[in-house]
């Protein structure tokens, strides 16, 4: 193979890997956007955790549960209690989805992760 060739093949290669990377992130994008919506839908209609806890992306200023921005829990602890519950807060299991357990997490973690 000449060295021409060779490095128009090196090019094409490069032109798809760039290709497919920008495809995986916009991809990533579209999903997290769609995991926030249906998070943000779960904390405030379908479970109304803004009603004991405050989140200042959702607008909530609950009293009863902690602070979530100032607690800045992280995903497995969101999940974890979501699932099982804590204290005076019911466990989720079983009223919501898979998930809806991990995009009210996603939505929680990055409302107070920014």
Same mark, same amino acid.
């Given at each position: 193979?000449?060295?021409?060739?060779?490095?128009?093949?090196?090019?094409?290669? #490069?032109?798809?890997? $760039?290709?497919?990377?920008?495809?995986?992130?916009?991809?990533?994008?579209?999903?997290?956007?769609?995991? #926030?919506? *249906? %998070?943000?839908?779960?904390?405030?209609?379908?479970? #109304?955790?803004?009603?004991?806890?405050?989140?200042?992306?959702?607008?909530?200023? %609950?009293? $009863?549960?902690?602070?979530?921005?100032?607690?800045?829990?992280?995903?497995?602890? *969101? $999940?974890?209690?979501?699932?099982?519950? $804590? %204290?005076? #807060?019911?466990?989720?299991? %079983? *009223?919501?989805?898979?998930?809806? *357990?991990?995009?009210?997490?996603?939505?929680?973690?990055?409302?107070?992760?920014?």
């Amino acid at each position: 193979m000449n060295k021409l060739k060779f490095l128009e093949l090196q090019y094409f290669k #490069m032109k798809a890997t $760039i290709a497919s990377l920008f495809l995986l992130f916009s991809l990533n994008l579209a999903l997290a956007e769609t995991k #926030m919506e *249906i %998070g943000f839908d779960v904390y405030k209609n379908k479970a #109304m955790c803004g009603t004991c806890h405050v989140l200042q992306a959702a607008g909530s200023e %609950g009293d $009863i549960g902690p602070n979530l921005d100032q607690l800045k829990p992280t995903m497995d602890q *969101i $999940i974890y209690v979501v699932v099982n519950g $804590i %204290g005076v #807060m019911p466990p989720w299991e %079983g *009223i919501l989805t898979k998930e809806e *357990i991990e995009a009210v997490a996603f939505y929680v973690f990055s409302s107070t992760n920014k």
